[in-house]
């Protein structure tokens, strides 16, 4: 059994840590139990009053002006009932830093349990992947509908280039793709592979103008006849533009968490990432892609101590339950990434994110401007609500775009809502229910 490398970067998430520790360790001599209850006393009195309701306070010198503040409501909660109960007993100040030392120390504790035992699990097998009807470089298209889905609704489902297309097809038990199949559907994915030397040198356009739109052609002789084409996350971008490129070929279009206003999470926050390629640039001359390790550290920026908290999670669950037996399975599916060639790394963090291209109508592929507004197709939109790799303002600002399109607000998370637990219900039935209105 191959070991589990997770989570990836693995040093930067104990360094994060250890960073959280530090910080507490710098914070505490400016906390106690006062400090905590009533809020620090060279506040002002509004900061005093905003302390309430188990909210931290927000003077200087309270802990919600440090990164130790812990940033969860069962964190804050904890914080407070320490601070409340050591005040109450009138115990000195460093029996409060002691106290909140002891909190840290189990969290810390908890992590290396949770990243050693999923280390220790047996990794979940999933079902083995139908054989592909057509190839080209590292890339296949995989026919999930077989002999049952013949006749009903085809569709080209085309995943991020970042992420192993598996996480579609999870578990026996949790597989979007076999749902659609066992419900009439005929789902076709189109892997991407890990890059090669042939894709090393890809741009965008290559990939939508060229290997996309091959692979499109090859699924209509497949089936015989048009198909919707479903986008999840980045992979939507790319079936956006395919589907402006070759309307003869698609019935129908249907985006799942897919980003087109960068911005909209916060201009400043997307451009700060975009200012990353400097940095980055000897990665891609040295390797000719933006390795997994630093795509991952990327993922992380926009809530960098969540993975942490997640491992916490995991230490307590049954080992042998389903939860982490699928806890496992999206694990081994998020560490195990696709490197992105550097001509596109470059495109996406300098256009999408610094320039805002998609949304500003300058993006474009084979030198057409890509233009949602243009797409004449029964459009199908899913935005999770709780989504922190695609802000929910950047992907409903495609719904103001695309005519008629229908809009899904899935109670779900970027990853849950196709592979979660809930994701039958937030995204699997209602996505069913759209293309049987389609094809009844």
Not at 412 to 419: D, I, P, Q, S
């Amino acid at each position: 059994m191959t070991p589990r490398r997770g989570p990836r970067p693995l040093p930067l998430h104990l360094s994060l840590a250890g960073m959280r520790r530090v910080a507490a360790l710098a914070a505490l001599p400016l906390l106690g139990p006062a400090g905590m209850c009533q809020g620090n006393n060279k506040g002002s009195n509004s900061s005093n009053k905003r302390s309430n309701k188990g909210s931290p306070p927000s003077s200087p010198g309270s802990p919600s002006w440090n990164p130790a503040w812990p940033r969860s409501s069962a964190g804050r909660q904890e914080m407070a009932r320490i601070a409340a109960a050591l005040a109450a007993g009138g115990h000195r100040a460093e029996a409060f830093q002691e106290a909140v030392l002891r909190v840290l120390a189990r969290q810390d504790a908890a992590l290396i349990g949770g990243i050693a035992a999923y280390r220790r699990q047996a990794p979940p097998e999933g079902p083995p992947p139908p054989p592909a009807i057509w190839t080209e470089g590292g890339s296949a298209l995989r026919d999930y509908g077989g002999h049952g889905g013949a006749g009903g609704p085809a569709l080209l489902v085309v995943p991020s280039l970042v992420n192993r297309a598996r996480v579609l097809d999870l578990l026996p038990d949790s597989s979007c793709l076999r749902f659609l199949a066992a419900s009439g559907a005929r789902p076709l994915l189109l892997e991407w592979g890990e890059p090669g030397a042939l894709e090393r040198g890809f741009t965008l356009t290559d990939y939508i103008a060229g290997r996309l739109e091959r692979a499109l052609a090859a699924a209509v002789a497949a089936t015989g006849g048009k198909v919707v084409l479903v986008g999840y996350c980045m992979g939507g971008l790319l079936a956006l533009a395919a589907a402006q490129r070759c309307p003869d070929r698609v019935a129908a279009l249907a985006l799942w968490a897919v980003p087109w206003d960068f911005w909209a999470g916060g201009a400043a926050e997307a451009r700060a990432l975009a200012a990353t390629l400097p940095a980055l640039e000897p990665l891609l001359e040295l390797s000719g892609a933006l390795p997994v390790e630093a795509l991952q550290a990327l993922f992380a920026l926009p809530d960098p101590f969540g993975v942490a908290a997640k491992y916490r999670g995991f230490a307590r669950l049954d080992p042998e339950g389903p939860a982490a037996r699928r806890f496992g399975a999206l694990e081994d599916w998020l560490n195990d990434g696709v490197p992105l060639v550097a001509p596109v790394a470059r495109e996406c963090l300098a256009g999408w994110y610094g320039a805002n291209s998609p949304a500003r109508g300058v993006w474009r592929v084979a030198g057409e401007a890509v233009s949602p507004a243009r797409l004449g197709l029964p459009a199908f939109l899913a935005v999770p609500s709780r989504d922190r790799i695609v802000p929910p303002a950047s992907a409903l600002a495609l719904a103001r775009l695309l005519p008629g399109a229908a809009l899904h607000r899935a109670a779900a998370g970027h990853v849950g809502m196709v592979a979660g637990r809930g994701a039958e219900a937030a995204l699997w039935r209602p996505f069913l229910a759209w293309l049987r209105q389609l094809h009844p």
